[in-house]
């Protein structure tokens, strides 16, 4: 099984040596994702504002690999406070319905770009409606 890039740009270019997500066979992973704005790369003030674009951004790079965020079973959180652990829960309610992917959320020392919030993800995709022994 071959891998290839997923690419939106209705998400934030990678900062470094990475692809926004990557998609191998009905598996989509994603690079996490900072509360940066794509039209202008600055980094929304506050963890409100932040989480909430994290997820918009998240929603762009799986629906470029033919998803929704509804195909997302995984998350991993790394947030700069765990503080806003119960705000965070609140936004990331609002974008995810039952049943919610599984997830872990850290506190770490610092993220990039002085961000509050980083979110990645796993997604399990239907196979194409073009597989050979599957529909869609």
């Given amino acids: 099984m071959g891998k290839e890039a997923v690419t939106s740009k209705h998400a934030p270019a990678a900062l470094g ?7 191998a066979g009905n598996t989509v992973y994603l690079s996490g994702q900072l509360g940066l704005d794509p039209a202008t790369g600055n980094l929304l003030e506050g963890v409100e504002a932040q989480a909430h674009q994290v997820f918009k951004n998240l929603r762009a790079v799986v629906q470029a690999a033919d998803g929704e965020l509804d195909d997302v079973v995984k998350l991993t959180m790394l947030m700069a406070d765990l503080a806003d652990f119960v705000k965070v829960n609140e936004i990331m309610a609002s974008y995810f319905k039952a049943p919610y992917p599984a997830r872990a959320t850290y506190q770490v020392a610092a993220l990039p770009r002085g961000a509050r919030i980083e979110v990645e993800g796993i997604a399990e995709l239907s196979p194409p409606a073009n597989a050979i022994g599957f529909t869609r």
């Fill in 17 to 23: 040596p990475y692809s926004q997500g990557v998609r």
